[in-house]
């Protein structure tokens, strides 16, 4: 359990004013529609805004009843109706539907849409088009974060992962910047900014923007350097079996906004549990980012010290039994639960991961990372496929088989795509397509070696005066080049040592010892060398994009670390997994440095892959 390295990480800023600026704003746009309202949230707007400000809160504020946007006519007989949605055009047809059938009926109310995080252009041009422009009055809530934990901050976008890298939707991208300005205006001035990736790059554009209209403050920063990261530089992490705490519990049971819903599977009753998993669930915060094998030995010690703190009652006098109930006991029992949650959790992630043969799973997985015997490891794919385990988990092999051989020989591509449409059915044809497109299940071009492939794709980045690829070569410029990167940046551990996961001696334990993420190693990399110097082979595999701007603090000051210099935020655009944000923490505790994480949505390989599914039949 014991973790080396340093121990002198710096504080973390106090992110808690993310919230209350949050609630402050939508407290006074909702009292810009006096008297008694009914309010219209969207699904996904729900678990959000829950944690910003909970329905006692509305209800001060003269909001009657609540309802959910389910595109269907309402029921609701209230005068004032206010409308709390993200800016969809689907969303917005319903409301002026819903205002003219009101103008039809000859029904007279007031209709008040809140936009969050912005409004879009597309969604005032629906409402000109369907005559309800003047009926209905638009305002926006600018809830651009949300803090999940002390470390963790979300933009709760997971649709900006499909949105921009598959449509190449780019709507989002001043969404992005603006919340990086929300952070900068609060916490900044930065003093280096560094990114990779196409997305990275508009984002850190869009913001420099908004610094350069603002008025500058001069304030003591709180967050000293930025590194920016588009999802599509690294796939292979989040297409990895999670197997810290923390990231199987993400898998298993799916934690939506901070919190996780235990069924009675877990709390052994008839009844579901919902449960807050962040640093102030002591058990949790203890046992997160630890490799699952590890995770009994702690818990079966943290039950046996409760044991001990509850006997120390035994013999006591009234008055010490009395300080005991009033300071220890409530404490106790807090912890009690909590403990018996979390063992109720790993019993339930240790049944499903031994019935579906987690260990062969795990064993083909690091296979195909190390590319060793990738013909066994197709043959366990097919019969993963033709066994119907399960849709998501063929997919994700299919692409990570894919990712690390550089794309599947023809004949391997078209046996697996037909075995996997007999198997799950023939609408995931367009699933296919998408994954061709984003370059993750690609087949290699006839003739065409990895060699030849990599100096084209040289040629062509290297190629400036190109400006944008054309669609031509944008699909040869995505094939992965992962075992050139994987060499070049050492992400396979050496196979012939033993690795101890109790004291794990560098990121790859977030993956049994296997790999170290890309993502995460980047990350270190970058900030050792202080940017991009010495990595340029590695920024020609990944495709450039890449920068390093300094910000407003001089050389100097960035030169000393002090404790803001050594607070890294890490903005990945299009979704971060928990693992790598176990990895983070323990790149941090190692050197020094406190992460933050900031990403556009929590993400996993079957929320990715979800992303992507076109199989309406």
């Not at 009914?38 to 209800?59: G, H, Y």
């Not at 796939?235 to 049971?253: A, H, K, R, W």
């Not at 049994?512 to 590695?538: F, H, M, N």
Request: aromatic share 10%; proline share 3%.
């Amino acid at each position: 359990m014991a973790h080396t390295g340093r121990r002198d990480a710096p504080e973390v800023p106090d992110f808690s004013l993310l919230k209350r600026l949050a609630r402050d704003q939508l407290i006074y746009l909702l009292e810009q529609l006096p008297g008694k309202k009914d309010l219209f949230i969207d699904a996904d707007l729900m678990s959000p805004l829950d944690r910003i400000a909970n329905v006692t809160t509305l209800k001060q504020h003269e909001v009657d009843k609540l309802y959910k946007v389910e595109l269907k006519p309402i029921v609701s007989t209230s005068d004032q109706l206010c409308f709390l949605i993200r800016p969809r055009i689907q969303t917005v047809k319903w409301i002026a539907d819903i205002v003219n059938l009101d103008k039809a009926s000859g029904r007279f109310r007031r209709y008040k849409i809140i936009f969050t995080p912005q409004k879009f252009y597309a969604c005032e041009t629906v409402l000109e088009e369907q005559g309800v422009y003047g009926d209905v009055t638009t305002d926006e809530w600018a809830f651009y974060l949300l803090p999940l934990d002390d470390d963790i901050i979300s933009l709760e976008l997971p649709e900006f992962f499909r949105d921009n890298f598959l449509e190449g939707d780019q709507r989002w991208v001043t969404t992005a910047g603006s919340a990086l300005h929300l952070v900068y205006s609060l916490y900044g001035p930065f003093s280096k900014v560094y990114g990779i990736g196409r997305c990275a790059k508009m984002v850190y554009e869009s913001w420099r923007d908004q610094v350069e209209d603002g008025e500058q403050k001069a304030r003591q920063p709180e967050i000293g350097n930025v590194f920016l990261i588009d999802r599509d530089v690294d796939f292979v992490t989040p297409l990895c079996s999670q197997v810290v705490y923390e990231g199987l519990v993400d898998d298993i049971f799916r934690i939506k906004c901070g919190s996780v819903e235990f069924g009675p599977e877990v709390t052994s009753s008839d009844k579901s549990v919902k449960v807050m998993v962040n640093s102030q669930d002591k058990v949790f915060n203890e046992i997160r980012n630890e490799h699952f094998s590890n995770v009994f030995g702690f818990l079966s010690q943290k039950a046996r010290n409760l044991q001990t703190a509850y006997d120390k009652r035994r013999g006591m006098d009234i008055q010490q039994m009395k300080t005991f109930v009033s300071e220890e006991l409530k404490g106790l029992k807090q912890e009690h639960r909590l403990l018996s949650l979390h063992i109720g959790a790993s019993e339930c992630i240790m049944k499903k991961k031994t019935k579906q043969d987690f260990q062969e799973l795990l064993k083909t997985e690091h296979s195909l990372l190390e590319g060793f015997e990738v013909r066994e490891c197709i043959s366990f794919i097919e019969e993963h496929i033709n066994r119907q385990i399960s849709m998501i988990d063929s997919l994700r092999l299919l692409c990570l088989l894919s990712i690390t051989e550089n794309g599947l020989l023809p004949k391997d591509y078209r046996s697996l795509k037909a075995q996997y449409l007999q198997s799950y059915g023939i609408e995931h044809l367009l699933t296919f397509a998408n994954l061709k497109q984003i370059g993750l299940l690609v087949e290699q071009q006839p003739g065409e070696t990895l060699t030849v492939m990599e100096s084209k794709v040289g040629k062509l980045v290297n190629d400036k005066t190109a400006g944008k690829l054309t669609d031509a070569f944008s699909s040869l410029a995505k094939k992965s080049n992962f075992r050139a990167l994987s060499k070049r940046l050492m992400l396979i551990p050496k196979s012939g040592e033993e690795y101890d996961l109790r004291v794990p001696r560098d990121m790859a334990y977030i993956f049994s010892g296997a790999y170290i993420p890309l993502s995460c190693k980047l990350i270190e990399q970058v900030l050792e060398r202080d940017g991009w110097t010495g990595l340029e082979e590695v920024t020609r595999m990944l495709n450039g994009h890449e920068f390093a701007v300094t910000g407003g603090t001089n050389g100097t000051e960035a030169r000393i670390k002090t404790d803001p210099q050594r607070i890294i935020l890490v903005m990945f655009l299009g979704g971060c997994t928990y693992s790598e944000i176990s990895a983070l923490r323990f790149l941090g505790r190692e050197k020094g440095y406190k992460f933050i994480v900031l990403t556009t949505a929590i993400t996993n390989s079957a929320r990715l892959l979800e992303a992507l599914l076109d199989n309406r039949a």
